[in-house]
């Protein structure tokens, strides 16, 4: 994997305080929720949320999570992928693809096969096994596409 390795936060409690500073920094969302999803996401038997990393020597390259809810109205459409970042100049390496593949998986391994996610994309998320759904309205008004990913990663 090019020199790349992905990582459930879930195994790696140690890195919780820096990838939340991490996702924080590039989305803007309280510290503070990253930290109590991350922490969440230690709890024997949960399934959601899970936070992964892409991790380049030491340094955080890219990463993602799955939560219940995204900030959007439709609550039965869960659980949803979100925050997915990879860092600018470790972009067109794939990694966001393989990082998409290896949560599918993953979640498929604790008996969810279905995902959701919420994007301003159009076409990039299609690379990788995802389909349009719907438009849906968010948290804080505005209308946001819906994406879903069922089966094999």
Not at 11 to 28: G, M, Q, T, V
Not at 34 to 49: D, I, L
Not at 67 to 85: M, Q
Request: charged fraction near 25%; aromatic fraction near 12%.
């Amino acid at each position: 994997m090019n020199g790349y390795k992905i990582i459930k936060i879930k195994n790696h409690p140690e890195l919780i305080s820096r990838a939340a500073d991490w996702f924080h920094e590039k989305w803007y969302v309280p510290v503070e929720e990253y930290r109590n999803s991350m922490e969440a996401s230690m709890q024997s038997g949960v399934s959601v949320p899970q936070w992964y990393l892409v991790v380049e020597d030491s340094r955080i390259i890219g990463g993602a999570g799955v939560i219940e809810n995204d900030f959007h109205k439709r609550k039965d459409l869960t659980p949803n992928l979100c925050a997915l970042y990879v860092e600018e100049d470790c972009r067109c390496r794939g990694i966001a693809g393989e990082l998409l593949r290896f949560i599918c998986n993953d979640m498929r391994g604790t008996g969810i096969d279905t995902l959701y996610l919420i994007t301003d994309h159009t076409s990039f998320y299609e690379r990788y096994g995802w389909e349009y759904f719907c438009m849906v309205e968010e948290d804080e008004g505005g209308m946001i596409r819906m994406y879903i990913h069922k089966g094999k990663g």
